[in-house]
């Protein structure tokens, strides 16, 4: 009985230690606003350092947090943020830009231009190894910077406390663009030293809309509004963002009312929309991304055009698109999503034509008795796999087998950048709304692998062409530019362009002015209500 | 007992070395790379070159596990690729999640386990022991995502008895019954068949009758001869069990939102974040090697016969 005693002494002891270790302190909110907005993640954000984050659930908390000089409205126009204005030079190679006065951090420091240029710095500093350098390679002095050479980027400076000058190595007109995205948010340069050691960026502050109140790793980040935020100030009073990798366990939290969102899949879309009391609460948002089947272009059997365009020939998007999309996406014609600049509605010369297709795989040397057999490289996930066995399908019917090689995601990425992956179906989500970034990132040969061009394509036409249509300002002969490319790396069929799929939400009764541009996971959630 | 004692734990510095050593090929052996998932989807080859210098990845691989020994000699377990932050420190934070839980499900494993058992054993052959059968077997072959869906629905969801995630109640016990009930359940099952078989094992020996005869009660001869003796391979699964809640329930975690070890290691396989898994790799044997001296010297303390034992080979 004594040992019986023991053991129960033993659980006892354990469970106060543990309690012990838990308490966390309560937060208080400003009262002029109103509601908790409910949210949720499907993985925790590691790293909520602008410089280092890469992916959308760090996004979408850092642009809550933090500011950058410019950003996205919910109408995806784009507008100043910290930056009051700004002029571009004649040349394209200078902007400057004015910054707003009487911003503070959340800890009380004022915004001046030397905050700007630290974190900008930052991102080319070789000792923070962050993964966006690419984002301000064209600042002058930029590669100096990377090497080593140099203690600070030539091309960015402080003009005086609130006005910052970027000068740039050759004209690159979507630069703007660039500077929204999350890696040029701007952090505080008084806090120097928390930065460098990253313990800053445990609850990290800027000065955004809302601030981090409270964060359990792998369990919740809270924020509460930011009472002396420099714009319109948010509505709400709290977020609290919880972090559920489960879909299941997240619909069931939504449907019990502990969520105000809901992320939808195709798994799940039919049932909540066959629902009218659900129906009418989902959004479908046409997000920036294109989905596609990649080929390595450099080996067997894919070097060879002919079996690239038949291939693309022989899929019928439509068909799928119905089957596993509901019809929420639209059929690629190129790299470049709807919506930015670039796009054009219209042939590219790819579209199902099955006999044209087997008239060119017959061409190519493909028979009945000699099929065109290929390993197609696929995340081993439920989604994926909706894809790849519809595809499979359909391309035997017209005497193709495709094995399909079911990867893990680090084993997948490495595989495909090494080239190891003879075929295989990815998808490509645009950092910034130009065309820039469906063109130059995967198919200039300079990302040759795990820059981006997963497909090693490489073409100098097309590097040249890509090249000079970022030089010109005119926003319009620009994305004439890019939809000219769009259509000439479509003659090579690089890919088998497949689809741009919209993503689906279901809020609950209480939300309302929720941000659904494509751009919201740069959302700063200023318009969202919540009623009480 | 203490030299016992010590010897034992010097025989764990070569089991650890050993599960390092696995460890650290495994993980070198597997696909994918760190660099990658640290510098996203545009990734240049100098990124990669320069994330893989600055983790060391560049080192031949003995050379990379000779100073990762070094490094954890001196108790430092490294910091997380991805987010910088030292393993250790995650760890302390995340531990309290999964000891909280591992109490509460041994307590229900026990509990249930032992008295479902001991019913079992007295009622052999009875309805009674039959219902208990039916349940341990059940137990045993619902798989824990299942029971635990179901538990959740509807406890949480349906009745609202308990919330459905350690995120509503950080400070209270709350959320933690649920998924401590969905593991209990499942290893207090697989208790209740070995203290039943145990226990009748040992209730139809000599001894048993002896006391009878001595006309001992009932309840003492049950618990003070009976169950103490038929306790040496039930404390051996409560030791397995132990350590496997004490290195976390990836399953349980993530069903029921707890940011405990379990969800942690796994992100970190995912991300191949070395250091994290090495980490929590190294903390893991240690446990298991703790628990399982724990259970020896248990043995040793309920059995005087193992205790003699153990110091005869000793002496020899």
Known sequence: ?532 | MLEFTLRRLAATIPVLLGILLIAFVVLYLIPGDPAQTIAGPRADAATLARIADEMGLDQPVHQRFLSYLKRISRGDLGGSVVSGKPVLESVIEKLPYTLKLAALAMTFSIVLGILAGIISAITQGRWLDRICTVFSVTGISIPVFLSGLVFLYVFAVRLKWFPSSGFAAEDSLLPFILPAFTLGIRSAAFLARIVRSSMIEVLNQDFIRTARAKGLSPARILFRHGLVNALIPVITVIGLDLSSYLNGSVIVETIFDLPGIGRFAMDAILQRDYPVIQGIVLLGALVFIMVNLAVDLLYAWINPKIRDEMLGRLAR
């Open chain 1, 1 to 532: 009985m004594k040992r019986i005693l023991f053991s129960t002494a033993f659980v006892c002891v354990m469970v106060m230690a543990a309690n012990l270790l838990l308490s966390t302190p309560a937060e208080t909110n400003p009262s002029s606003f109103r509601g908790v907005f409910s949210g949720y993640l499907s993985s925790e954000p590691s790293n909520l350092d602008p410089a280092r984050g890469v992916d959308v659930n760090e996004a979408s908390i850092q642009a809550k947090v933090f500011d950058g000089l410019v950003r996205y409205d919910e109408k995806m126009r784009l507008v100043g943020n910290l930056a009051e204005s700004w002029t571009v030079s004649p040349d394209g190679k200078e902007l400057v830009f004015k910054l707003k006065q009487n911003v503070f951090f959340h800890d009380g420091q004022a915004l001046t231009s030397s905050d700007v240029v630290f974190s900008l710095d930052r991102i080319l500093d070789p000792t923070v190894g962050s993964p966006r350098t690419w984002v301000l390679e064209k600042v002058e002095g930029a590669t100096e910077r990377m090497r080593g050479e140099s203690d600070r980027v030539a091309g960015i400076t402080a003009v005086d406390d609130y006005t910052v000058s970027i000068k740039l190595s050759a004209p690159f007109a979507p630069f703007l663009c660039l500077l929204s995205m999350p890696a040029c948010y701007i952090l505080p340069s008084g806090s120097a030293s928390a930065i460098s050691d990253r313990s800053f960026f445990e609850k990290p502050f800027g000065t955004g809309p809302f601030k981090i109140t409270e964060r359990v790793r792998d369990s919740h980040i809270r924020l509460a509004a930011n009472a002396a935020y420099h714009g319109t100030r948010a509505r709400l009073a709290r977020m609290d963002i919880r972090i559920i990798p489960e879909n299941m366990k997240a619909e069931m939290e939504f449907e019990s009312g502990n969520l105000d969102m809901l992320q939808l899949y195709p798994a799940n879309y039919e049932r909540f929309k066959s629902d009218p009391d659900f129906a009418a609460r989902i959004t479908d948002v046409p997000s920036l991304n294109v989905f596609y089947i990649g080929f390595n272009n450099q080996t067997a059997p894919f070097d060879d055009v002919r079996v690239r365009r038949a291939l693309n020939m022989l899929v019928d998007r439509e068909k799928i698109i119905k089957a596993v999309y509901q019809g929420r996406a639209v059929s690629a014609n190129g790299s470049i999503p709807p919506g930015i600049s670039g796009y054009t509605e219209g042939s590219n010369g790819l579209e199902y034509n099955p006999e044209e297709g087997r008239r060119l795989l017959k061409e190519a040397g493909y028979s009945k008795d000699r099929p065109l057999t290929f390993d197609l490289y696929q995340r081993s996930s439920q989604s994926a796999f909706e894809i790849t066995r519809l595809l499979q399908g359909e391309l035997k019917k017209h005497g193709v087998v495709i094995n399909l090689k079911p990867m893990e995601w680090s084993a997948l990425k490495d595989a495909v950048s090494k080239g190891e992956a003879p075929a295989f179906y990815m998808s490509w989500f645009g950092d910034y709304p130009d065309g820039e970034n469906f063109l130059f990132p995967v198919f200039h040969s300079s990302n040759w692998g795990s820059g981006g061009n997963r497909a090693r394509f490489k073409n100098e036409e097309i590097d040249r062409m890509i090249e000079d249509s970022v030089k010109i300002q005119d926003a319009d002969r620009r994305s004439e530019a890019y939809s000219r490319i769009n259509r000439k790396i479509a003659e090579h069929a690089p890919w088998i362009y497949l689809w741009h799929a919209s993503e689906s939400y279901l809020t609950s009764k209480k939300v309302s002015n929720m941000d659904f541009s494509p751009m919201f996971f740069c959302d700063n959630a200023l318009t969202l209500t919540v009623k009480e």
